[in-house]
T-cell receptor, first 112, second 114 residues
């Protein structure tokens, strides 16, 4: 089955700087890669996603890049703000209504 | 914005007892899921449910687990005889039908088995 690795497990970034979180996946059949933000006591919330026919996607301060050949994808957050502090999970799926396989999570702390 | 609602938010149960976790998916969604997250670990898939039957389940979802859609709005996860290792956060999720990638997760039920 699919295996998703995520790095780093913790990341501290000065407010205003950029943060990058990286994930690799094992199954070349995966074609959908969402990123979730999880705040304390809440469920995962989708922040951005990318499909395998696209190499990069951007939404304001958040971007995701995908390298299908290398089977890795990354989340980039620019101009970080205190409210970006949370746990971030990457995931991979065969798309549609298929199950998500999650990475191990990254605890991002923005230092004011 | 439509939400997936889960109750209770926290449940404490004795080992060996049965528990039922409840979820109300988004009303026009047709695919339903349960995931769990043991403290400090990754979110893991348990089961998916469509058209009143299980469409896929993981190796975690053994005979102690069952799911049901008892009416038009609720989706439940039952654990027949809880074990200490069942202690986790359980998340319900739903998606619309078709080639749509929009998972919506609930806020979760924290299950503590003592």
């Amino acid at each position: 089955g699919e295996n998703v690795e995520q790095h780093p497990s913790t990341l501290s970034v000065q407010e205003g700087d950029s943060a990058v979180i990286k994930c690799t996946y094992s199954d070349s059949a995966s074609n959908y890669f969402p990123w979730y933000k999880q705040e304390l006591g809440k469920g995962p919330q989708l922040i951005i996603d990318i499909r395998s026919n696209v190499g990069e996607k951007k939404d304001q301060r958040i971007a995701v890049t995908l390298n299908k050949t290398a089977k890795h994808f990354s989340l980039h957050i620019t101009e970080t703000q205190p409210e970006d502090s949370a746990v971030y999970f990457c995931a991979a799926s065969m798309g549609g209504n298929e199950k998500l396989t999650f990475g191990t999570g990254t605890r991002l702390t923005i230092i004011p | 914005e439509p939400e997936v609602t889960q109750t209770p938010s926290h449940q404490v149960t004795q080992m060996g007892q049965e528990v039922i976790l409840r979820c109300v998916p988004i009303s026009n969604h047709l695919y339903f899921y349960w995931y769990r997250q043991i403290l400090g670990q990754k979110v893991e898939f348990l089961v998916s449910f469509y058209n009143n039957e299980i469409s896929e389940k993981s190796e975690i979802f053994d005979d102690q687990f069952s799911v049901e859609r008892p009416d038009g709005s609720n989706f439940t996860l039952k654990i027949r005889s809880t074990k200490l290792e069942d202690s986790a956060m359980y998340f319900c999720a739903s998606t619309p039908t078709g080639a749509n990638y929009g998972y919506t997760f609930g806020s979760g039920t924290r299950l503590t088995v003592v």
